[in-house]
C-alpha cells in the first residue's frame, strides 16, 4: 500500500465508531481524579532532550532505546514525550508551584512516543493517564495514589487485576543493595545481554526490569530489595500497607517490582492483569522523592502513576465490558421539496440550541433514501416534511422504536419535542415503577435518545 494512506508502524487511528470508549474513559478518569483533588496540568508533546536522560535515567530502556530524539532547526535536541511525569515536574519547577500549598495534585491524559517493537498493547505512539502528587513523603499519599487507580477499576467494572507492590527504597538502602546486585550479577556476566552488561557497572538494578529472556531468568533468582531496606524505609513500607489495609484495598507485595524508570524511590507498584496477554501492565506508579531535586529544584518528594489507556481498552474488550455508547440522533427530519429542506435546516439548528440532536438531509436524496440514513444512524425519532405540513404548520413525529406517531405543531416545535419525550420518559419510569420492576432510568432515558 503507498506510504500515504498507511499509518506509521506503531500508531493507530481511532475510528469514530470507537472513539465514544476513549472519551468516557477519559472524561471518567479525570472526574475521578478531580473527586480526588487531582487537576489537569497540560505540557508539550516535546521537550528538551535533557530532561528525559536526567529525570527517566539515561541506563533506562526508555532512554538508551526507545526515544524519539530530533535537532529542531536551531539545532536543539528535542526529545517527544515518552512519559508524564517529567514534563509535569519540569513544568511544577518552572512555574514555581512549589511556593503554592502542597500537596499540589495534578492529572493529565496525554499521548507518549516510544520507539518498541509494535505488538498487542505495545505501540510506538500510546496514550497514559497520569497523576502526579507533590509536597508529601506521607505513606498517607501512597495509599491515596494507589486508591485513585483502584477506583478506575472498580468503577468501571473491571474484575481480573491484581495490585502488586515494593518499596524500592532510598538511595542510602539501595548502596548496600546495589553491591549484592553486582557480587550476584557478575558471577554470571557473560551470560547477561550486552546492555545489561554495561548496566551492571553503572546500575546493576536496571537489570531486574531487562526484558531479555536470559536476563530474565538470570534476575529470578537476584537478592531482593525488601531484605536490605533501612529502617525509615522499611517503616514506611508498612505503614503504605496499613493504609491500603484500612481501606479495604487488596494487594500482593511482589519483591521483584522495580520498574523501568530511573526517578522512582520506595514505594512502586503496578495494576497487573492476565487476561491481555504479555502486555499485562496496565498501570505503574510510585514515589520520586528525589525526582525535583535532580532537576534543580528543592527537596519535594512526590509520587504518582502513569496508565495505558490502549491497555485499559483492551481489558476492557477482554472482559466484555460495554462503555456506554455515544449519543444518537434524537430525531431526523426528512424533507419533500426545496421549502421543506429549509424548514427542516432551521427546525435542527433551534433543536440543537436546545440540546437535541437533531439532523436533516444535507445530502439531496429522495425520502426513501432520507429514512434509511436515519434508521443507519439510529434516529429515536424521525419527521418527514413536505409542503403539506408547511401549509398545515404541523408535522407528525415518529417514536422509531414504539411505531407511535404525534403530530406537533410546526410553531415552537422544539419546546413540544421536548415536552412530548419528557411525558413519554415520565410514563415509562411510572409503569416501571407501578410495576414494582427494578428499573434503570439511564437506560429508560437512554431509550428516548438519551434526552
Ligand atoms: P512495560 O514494562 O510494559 O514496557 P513500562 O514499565 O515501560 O511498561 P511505564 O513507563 O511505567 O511502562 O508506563 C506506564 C504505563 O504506560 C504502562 O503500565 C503501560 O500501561 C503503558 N505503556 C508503556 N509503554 C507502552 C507502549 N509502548 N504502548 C502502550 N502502552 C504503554
Ligand atoms: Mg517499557
Known amino acids: ?8 508502524k506503531g500508531t493507530q487511528d481511532v475510528l469514530p465508531s470507537q472513539s465514544y470508549k476513549n472519551q468516557f474513559i477519559e472524561s471518567t478518569v479525570m472526574n475521578i481524579a478531580s473527586d480526588f483533588g487531582f487537576k489537569e496540568i497540560r505540557t508539550p508533546v ?12 539515561d541506563t533506562t530502556d526508555v532512554v538508551q532505546k526507545e526515544m524519539y530524539t530530533f ?68 505513606p498517607a499519599a501512597d495509599a491515596e495514589v494507589i486508591a485513585l487507580g483502584n477506583e478506575i477499576f472498580g468503577f468501571l467494572g473491571i474484575e481480573e487485576i491484581r495490585l502488586e507492590i515494593n518499596s524500592i527504597g532510598c538511595p542510602e538502602c539501595r548502596k548496600n543493595y546495589h553491591a549484592a546486585l553486582k557480587e550476584y550479577f557478575t558471577a554470571r556476566a557473560d551470560e547477561l545481554c550486552p546492555t545489561c552488561q554495561e548496566r ?38 508498612d505503614k503504605v500497607k496499613s493504609y491500603l489495609d484500612a481501606m479495604l484495598i487488596s494487594y500482593e507485595v511482589n519483591p521483584r517490582i522495580v520498574r523501568g524508570l530511573d526517578y522512582y524511590t520506595r514505594t512502586v507498584f503496578e495494576f497487573v492483569s492476565d487476561s491481555i496477554g504479555a502486555q499485562g501492565t496496565v498501570c505503574g506508579g510510585g514515589r520520586y522523592d528525589g525526582l525535583i531535586e535532580e532537576l534543580g529544584g528543592g527537596h519535594v518528594p512526590a509520587l504518582g502513576f502513569a496508565m495505558g489507556l490502549e491497555r485499559l481498552l483492551l481489558l476492557l474488550d477482554a472482559q466484555g465490558i460495554e462503555l456506554p455508547e455515544d449519543k444518537k440522533c434524537d430525531i431526523y427530519i426528512a424533507s419533500i421539496g426545496e421549502a421543506a429542506s429549509l424548514k427542516a435546516a432551521s427546525l435542527a439548528l433551534e433543536l440543537r440550541q436546545s440540546g437535541v440532536s437533531a439532523q ?92
Do not use: W
Request: glycine share 8%; with cysteine; net charge negative.
Open 200 to 237: 551492571l557497572e553503572r546500575n546493576p538494578m536496571r537489570i531486574l526490569d531487562c526484558k531479555s529472556p536470559i536476563c530474565k531468568e538470570i534476575a529470578d533468582g537476584a537478592p531482593v530489595i525488601l531484605d536490605y531496606l533501612c529502617d525509615d524505609c522499611r517503616e514506611h513500607f
Open 360 to 451: 436533516f438531509d444535507v445530502v439531496g436524496r429522495s425520502v426513501k433514501a432520507q429514512m434509511k440514513y436515519a434508521d443507519k444512524i439510529g434516529a429515536s425519532f424521525t419527521a418527514v416534511l413536505g409542503d403539506d405540513d408547511l401549509q398545515a404548520n404541523a408535522v407528525k413525529v415518529k417514536n422509531m422504536e414504539s411505531g407511535e406517531t404525534t403530530e406537533l405543531s410546526l410553531d415552537e416545535f422544539t419546546d413540544s419535542f421536548m415536552n412530548m419525550t419528557l411525558q413519554l420518559a415520565a410514563s415509562r419510569l411510572q409503569d416501571a415503577a407501578s410495576a414494582g420492576d427494578d428499573f434503570d432510568i439511564s437506560s429508560i432515558l437512554g431509550s428516548l435518545g438519551n434526552l
Open 46 to 57: 516535546f521537550e528538551h532532550t535533557e530532561l528525559f536522560s536526567r529525570s527517566v535515567g
Open 71 to 138: 535537532n529542531d532547526k536551531g539545532g536543539r535536541s528535542i526529545t517527544l514525550r515518552p512519559e508524564g511525569t517529567a514534563g509535569a515536574a519540569r513544568a511544577f519547577l518552572e512555574h514555581g508551584l512549589t511556593n503554592e500549598p502542597m500537596p499540589q495534585k495534578v492529572s493529565y491524559v496525554t499521548s507518549c512516543y516510544r520507539y518498541e517493537k509494535p505488538q498487542t498493547g505495545r505501540l510506538r505512539e500510546f496514550h497514559q493517564f497520569g497523576i502526579e502528587c507533590y509536597g508529601t513523603d506521607s
Open 1 to 8: 500500500m503507498a506510504l500515504i494512506t498507511k499509518a506509521v
